[in-house]
């Protein structure tokens, strides 16, 4: 289907920039894009080209809707927009593009292993991690709290499945490569496919090598987790097993750096931030409104299975569906108030980590991380200042920094 043979589309849409160029992400501001959608055309058809395109959802309650109805809006086809038009080969098979009820028996005991109570556990080894990436912060220089932040999530969930932490680093490194190909900080001079295809086969070869070894000897790793899973009465094959921890690692890695840069971003300088320092008690809710606010992953892809109308606007079997978390994450109707950062916000029910059956695994570690990252950053630094401009990502997947130069003075 066409664009042009597509109903309910309104002027609003032919106008706002290309959401799909990381650019206007990263250099541009796409929530007043959002904005105007919302309350214009929610519901709007965007067209890339090549006889491609997608439905861009908005509106909180329709994004929540598309999240949860997976047998109406499934993910097996595939999440990400750079594989619109073609089937995701790891449909079924990896947990992020399957739906339940394979997926709640894939996800069960990772579930199991990623509880509150078993994250409790071990806060003392995150903790030890956040302490060791914060320590170049008291020498006083200048200090890239972004380059940081995107080494956390590895130090925890390279503990988690067991990684080795000489790897860490380059790990990291090539997760945020899959996610930013076109940023020209991780972009290959031979283009964005060859950018892309070189880290996925770099990451998936080093998976292989670690399933083979962790399959020799199981330990209580995510990854001996998996190792043991079985549905269909079978045990995962390596394929999906290698698979699945390139997922996992991809989504931890993605996704927790960037709540904190956006806060610090947004409230160095102001008395907003002195506020949050002085009030430890408002870690917690502190944190989600960082979540709310920097939505981390911008957007989710789900294909229609049959006709549905989703605000006025028809749907047909087949057509690919975006949620804009970050839309819905500033939408006018459920938070009030919404561009304001407001460390008090209650009730906070934000979709950074998605909805229904496909909420994040990993949310209990990430919330974890961020809570105890805050609480080290609180109680022993003052006096934070932005030391140089804040570099985006460009991607139009992962809204993040890759730098945010700052100073600050250790307490006592």
Known sequence: MTAEQLPGRCPVAHQAPNLVDPTVHSDGDPHQIWRALRRHDPVSWHDVGDGLGFWSVTRYGDSDLVLRDYATFTSERGTMIDLLGTDDPAGGSQLAVTDPPRHSVMREPLQRALTVRAVERSKHVIRRQIVRLLRPLADGA???????MLAMPMAVTGILMGLPPSDWDR??????????????????????????EAAHRELFA??????EERDRNHGDDLISVLLQTRFDGRRMSQGEIVSNCYSMLLGANVTTPHAPNFAMDHLMGTP????????PGLIRSGVEEALRWASPITYFMRYATRDVVLSGTQIHAGDAVVVWIASANRDEEVF?????????????????F?????????????RVTLRLLFTELFGNFTDFAPAGPAQRLASNFVSGYKHLPMTARKKG
Do not use: K, M
């Open 336 to 352: 009030a108030d919404p561009f304001t950062f407001d460390i008090r916000r209650r009730p906070n029910r934000h979709i950074a």
């Open 206 to 211: 080093y998976f292989q090598d670690i399933v």
């Open 354 to 366: 998605g909805a229904g059956a496909h909420h994040c695994v990993g949310h209990s570690v990430a």
């Open 272 to 279: 907003y931030l002195d506020d949050w320092v002085a009030n």
């Open 171 to 196: 790990l990291t490194r090539l997760t945020t490569v899959c996610i930013a190909p076109d940023d020209p900080e991780y972009r290959h001079p031979r283009g964005r496919r060859y950018t892309l």
């Open 142 to 148: 200048t200090f890239d709290f972004a380059d940081a």
